[in-house]
Nanobody, 117 residues
Framework: QVHLAESGGGLVQAGGSLRLSCAAS????????MGWFRQAPGKQRELVAH???????NYADSVKGRFTISRDNAKNTVYLQMNSLKPEDTAVYYC???????????WGQGTQVTVSS
């Protein structure tokens, strides 16, 4: 099981930027694909970006070109740089392992991102 602590969310105007951080404990972080997820009110949680242990990256179409995911394996930390934010990016953002993410129950508290128009 991985323990996760997300931070960096806040209230920002449309077009603004935020950088999210996720500190993970547990020895399995280093060898696994990590993802950033988000859940907006009334919607299901979705995967917005993920990065393998070797640095291969993928993004959801809705954030491609605006968000950048990165990781520091030495610090067990994954980041999400979010630029050109839109009101539809408003959600609680979580990080976790991508493996079996739909069935995982070890989510952190998440960090709220609110984008005003």
């Amino acid at each position: 099981q991985v323990h996760l602590a997300e931070s960096g969310g806040g209230l920002v105007q449309a077009g603004g930027s935020l950088r999210l951080s996720c500190a993970a404990s547990g020895s399995i972080f280093r060898d696994n694909t990590m993802g950033w997820f988000r859940q907006a009110p009334g919607k299901q949680r979705e995967l917005v970006a993920h990065i393998t242990s070797g640095g291969i990256i993928n993004y959801a179409d809705s954030v491609k070109g605006r968000f950048t995911i990165s990781r520091d394996n030495a610090k067990n930390t994954v980041y999400l740089q979010m630029n050109s934010l839109k009101p539809e990016d408003t959600a609680v953002y979580y990080c976790n392992l991508v493996l079996n993410w739909r069935r995982r129950n070890d989510w952190g508290q998440g960090t709220q991102v609110t984008v005003s128009s």
